[in-house]
């Protein structure tokens, strides 16, 4: 029999580090939360015509690496390898951008793409996302970006640094885009370059290979021919991040993967990852929702990958604090143990507190055992004799000491120590 493995480019959260990735994931979510940002949940897979239109034809993830298929109704699906289109699909089918405008947005879920698998690449992984829509407000663009850095804050995370550039907008980047391509058509490039600087020029700079990067550093800078407009904006998304303590890289020649940015455009490294140094990236798209059939609306947002996150936290070495998992765990000795420990445990977790029991027949010597690695603090110990007397041990795992006390308090005395713990604690 073939032994089935997770496929290539995936992996499986399993405990404890699957509980890491959701405190991760809820750490960066809290912060949006505060801010106003509302959930949205889109389905996991869209019409194949709104990435290749919304992210752009001639980008990697739309020409190389979407998880696209018939379906049975012969309609072309794509698995969704990002969330900002689909976001703002959802936002125009519903037509939140009739109401209180900005539309603010959070979402969180798996995303896909085909890439070639290794470390922090992944070919399913997990964002946490935000999106404001319906206002060119530069305070939004800051605002996001301070939000993410409260988030990687609040984790503990210390080496994440801000990318931040403007990539213009329709009245400069014609121009931008024109200049850059007849510089690179003077460039002695390779075949596939070259048809990459035809294609998609900007991409071009954002090539990792240091005898491209050695070509283009004299590549003319958008920053130098951004329009007035797109120059103010950028002035004042500075401002505003400057106002809030941020510090920040100009990155001139950080472009991104996607193809709806406008004007502002981040991203947020660690240099813990190896070559997956991104963690997270953003950036403004004032014209997406024309190029997907929309009015005018313009939005900004951003990305955080969960995974890169969480591998980040362990290359820094900072331990993400999870739940404690079991409070009271009961150990039955005897078939009527067992029945009044069931309803024991029952008990205590209707009541909010988190129980535990051990299951089968294991021996006290291995129940106990059990008990230990639960966490627990105390254990419950019982045997039919125990029964026979109305009584049960309960010991408090932290010191050894067991006292006796009768069935019908078992349950309220537990909470009571219980309660008094949680309110000793700061
Ligand atoms: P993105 O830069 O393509 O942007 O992805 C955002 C983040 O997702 C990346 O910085 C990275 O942490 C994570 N990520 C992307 N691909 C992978 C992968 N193959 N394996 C593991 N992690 C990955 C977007 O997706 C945009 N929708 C962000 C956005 C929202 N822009 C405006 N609004």
């Given at each position: 029999m073939t032994t089935f493995r997770a496929p290539k480019g995936t992996f499986d959260l399993v405990p404890p580090r699957g509980e890491v990735f959701l405190q991760v994931r809820e750490a960066l979510v809290a912060p949006l939360r505060r801010a106003g940002y509302g959930y949205v949940e889109t389905p996991t897979f869209e019409d194949t015509a709104l990435f290749e239109r919304g992210v752009g034809g001639s980008t990697d993830v739309v020409s190389k690496e979407m998880y696209t298929f018939v379906d049975k109704g012969d309609r072309s699906i794509t698995?969704?390898?990002?969330?900002t289109a689909g976001v703002l699909r959802a936002v125009l089918e519903h037509g939140l951008h009739r109401g209180p405008l900005p539309v603010k947005l959070w979402y969180s879920g798996s995303y896909y793409r085909y890439e070639r698998p290794q470390a922090g690449r992944f070919r399913h992984f997990s964002q946490v996302g935000a999106e404001a829509l319906g206002s060119d407000d530069p305070a939004l663009d800051a605002e996001l970006i301070v939000l993410a850095v409260d988030a990687y804050r609040d984790l503990g995370l210390s080496g994440v640094r801000i990318l931040l550039n403007s990539l213009g907008d329709a009245t400069c980047r014609p121009a931008y885009r024109t200049a850059l391509k007849d510089f690179l058509a003077g460039l002695p490039l390779d075949d596939a370059t070259r048809a990459r600087a035809e294609l998609n020029p900007l991409r071009v700079l954002d090539d990792k290979r240091p005898e491209v990067q050695e070509l283009v550093a004299d590549a003319p800078l958008i920053a130098d021919m951004l329009c007035e407009d797109c120059r103010s904006h950028h002035e004042i998304v500075k401002q505003r991040l400057a106002g809030a303590g941020i510090t920040w890289i100009d990155a001139p020649r950080l472009v991104r993967?996607?193809?709806?940015?406008?004007r502002t455009t981040f991203e947020f490294q660690h240099g813990?990852?190896?070559?997956?140094?991104?963690v997270g990236g953003g950036g403004r798209y004032d014209g997406l929702s024309e190029t997907i059939g929309g009015p005018a609306l313009p939005g900004v947002g951003w990305a955080l990958g969960v995974d890169r996150t969480v591998l980040a936290l362990e290359a820094e070495g900072v331990e993400v604090a999870t739940h404690r998992e079991c409070q009271v765990y009961v150990v039955p000795m005897g078939d009527a143990a067992r029945a009044w420990a069931f309803d024991l445990v029952a008990d205590l977790r209707r009541s909010g507190w988190a129980a535990d029991q051990v299951y089968g027949d294991r021996g006290l010597k291995g129940s106990m055992k059990s008990a230990d690695r639960s966490g627990a603090t105390f254990a419950v110990v019982v045997g039919d004799r125990d029964l026979e007397h109305g009584v049960a041990q309960v010991k408090d795992?932290?010191?050894a000491e067991q006292t006796e006390v009768a069935l019908d308090a078992v349950a309220n005395q537990l909470i009571d120590m219980l309660t008094a713990l949680k309110e000793r604690q700061p």
């Open positions: 698995l969704r390898p990002e969330g993967g996607l193809d709806y940015y406008t813990g990852l190896g070559a997956q140094s991104a795992l932290r010191n």
